[in-house]
């Protein structure tokens, strides 16, 4: 059975950093793209940053471009989303997502195109 699980969240000050872990098992995900996307209640699951399966092309969101940072780690099947100085804004439920690419440089950035998603897990960001 194919299953993600993501872990890290929490209560941080604005400011502060966290860093969510999504380990990924049931298969081998090396063949992936994967990707964080987060959502608040009543607004749309939106993408936070996405990586290729090779790790080498990485693609973020404006509103978190220069304060997060995706990488991933093939050989333990896990992927990263280091989240630093963290705004109130940035309080959501993150999801990591995983898809297999035929190619090692995709990026995936609409939702819908990803096969595989985890239960997420809470970040909230007091001021």
């Known amino acids: 059975q194919v299953n993600l699980a993501e872990s890290g969240g929490g209560l941080v000050q604005a400011g502060g950093s966290l860093r969510l872990s999504c380990a990924a098992s049931?298969?081998?995900?090396?063949?992936?793209?994967m990707g964080w996307f987060r959502q608040v209640p009543g607004k749309e699951r939106e993408f936070v940053a996405g990586?290729?399966?090779?790790?080498?092309?990485?693609y973020y969101s404006d509103s978190v471009k220069g304060r997060f940072t995706i990488s991933r780690d093939n050989a333990k099947n896990t992927v990263y989303l280091q989240m630093n100085s963290l705004k109130p804004q940035d309080t959501a439920i993150y999801y990591c997502a995983a898809t297999p690419t035929a190619t090692g440089a995709v990026v995936i950035r609409t939702r819908y195109q990803y096969t595989y998603w985890g239960q997420g897990t809470q970040v909230t960001v007091s001021s």
């Open positions: 990586i290729s399966s090779s790790g080498g092309s990485t």
């Open positions: 049931g298969r081998t995900f090396s063949s992936d793209a």
